[in-house]
């Protein structure tokens, strides 16, 4: 409960300061992406210079996920081949229980009628 507080009372700070940013940062700015002609250039784009900050921020949170999910790549590789270990060892424990059953069925010796005087009777 306290570390959830921390974490809407955090999030509610960098809403606060990204907002902040963007009002402060709001005019026009020229990206251009033409090294070798920067007066007349071929690829360009006026946007407002928060639209950039957020446009890197997204990108680097993305670009970071991206690097940790492939960096985990072997963790999760483990993690399936264990399960699937798991499952085929708690198969083979359940067939040889059914086995061990069945064998114990098959020891325990039979019950016979008996008549009364200690004669066991017989069946036509």
Do not use: C
């Amino acid at each position: 409960m306290f570390g959830r507080i921390i974490g809407l009372v955090s999030a509610l700070f960098a809403a606060v300061f990204l907002v902040s940013l963007a009002v402060a940062n709001r005019h026009s700015v020229r990206l251009v992406l033409d090294p070798f002609n920067p007066e007349n250039p071929a690829i360009s784009t006026d946007l407002p210079f928060y639209a950039y900050l957020f446009a890197m921020l997204i990108g680097g949170v993305m670009l970071g996920g991206f690097a940790t999910w492939m960096n985990q790549g072997k963790w999760r590789r483990t993690a399936r081949n264990r399960t699937h270990e798991t499952i085929r060892w708690k198969s083979e424990a359940e067939r040889l229980t059914r086995e061990r059953e069945a064998a114990a069925a098959a020891a325990q010796p039979r019950k016979q009628l008996a008549v009364a005087g200690g004669a066991q009777a017989r069946l036509r």
